[in-house]
């Protein structure tokens, strides 16, 4: 079946450190990827996007490149602050499926200062 | 920015209570879903809903129960409560038409059952 695979957490890094989250995925045909972020105490926010290969979505200085060939989804940012403390979750969704995501199980992103 | 709502945010409840875990959506989307995020994080699905009067399971079986009468409306249902339904739930809702299938999520509601 569908899946997504990311690193296992914590990851604790100093600010301004250069940050990837590595994500896998399995997919039986062309899935769109996305990462969601969730901060302390609330609900999770769409990060960015990718709906097809090669495909590079991008916001608040966080990017990540759809790579079929090597089926993933890898994120990444330059210099990471403290407020970029979070929970970040790799997902996918499958055209066909109604809309419905597969997440993988979350990273937790400590930055200290 | 997503208009979803969920009330309330924290509830203490004790063991063998009734309770009713509000989502509203205003942004007139057709789909609905309903995750319990265990301490590890991860996230489950329990509940989704393609429109009004349609509602199926999801991945984790669950002992709560959801009804969707009206399109903003998605509340979920503990009959009765127990200590292994202590959680964070959060709602969800995306728009089919949009091909996008992205989804905008609530703030959530820790419940603890004591």
């Known amino acids: 079946g569908n899946s997504v695979t990311q690193m296992e957490g914590p990851v604790t890094l100093s600010e301004e450190a250069f940050l990837t989250i590595n994500c896998t995925y399995t997919?039986?045909?062309?899935?769109?990827l996305f990462w969601y972020v969730q901060y302390p105490g609330e609900g999770l926010q769409l990060l960015l996007k990718?709906?097809?290969?090669?495909d590079k979505g991008s916001n608040k200085g966080f990017e990540a490149t759809y790579r079929k060939e090597t089926t993933s989804f890898h994120l990444e940012k330059g210099s990471v602050q403290v407020s970029d403390s979070a929970v970040y979750f790799c997902?996918?969704?499958?055209?066909?499926?109604?809309?419905?995501?597969?997440f993988g199980k979350g990273t937790k992103l400590s930055v200290k200062p | 920015e997503a208009d979803i709502y969920q009330t309330p945010r924290y509830l203490v409840i004790g063991t063998g209570k009734k309770i009713t875990l509000e989502c509203s959506q205003t942004?007139?989307?057709?789909?609905m879903y309903w995750y319990q995020q265990d301490p590890g994080m991860e996230l489950h699905l329990i509940h989704y809903?393609?429109?009004?009067?349609?509602?199926e399971k999801g991945d984790l079986s669950s002992e709560s129960t959801v009804s969707r009468i009206r399109t903003e409306h998605f509340p979920l249902t503990l009959e009765s409560a127990r200590p292994s339904h202590t959680s964070q739930y959060l709602c969800?809702?995306?728009?089919?038409?949009?091909?996008?299938?992205?989804?905008?999520f609530g703030p959530g509601t820790r419940l603890t059952v004591t």
């Open positions: 997902a996918l969704s499958m055209r066909g499926s109604q809309g419905n995501l597969i």
């Open positions: 809903s393609y429109g009004v009067n349609s509602t």
């Open positions: 942004m007139g989307h057709d789909k």
């Open positions: 997919a039986t045909g062309y899935p769109s």
């Open positions: 969800a809702s995306s728009a089919s038409l949009s091909g996008r299938y992205e989804q905008y």
């Open positions: 990718a709906t097809k290969a090669d």
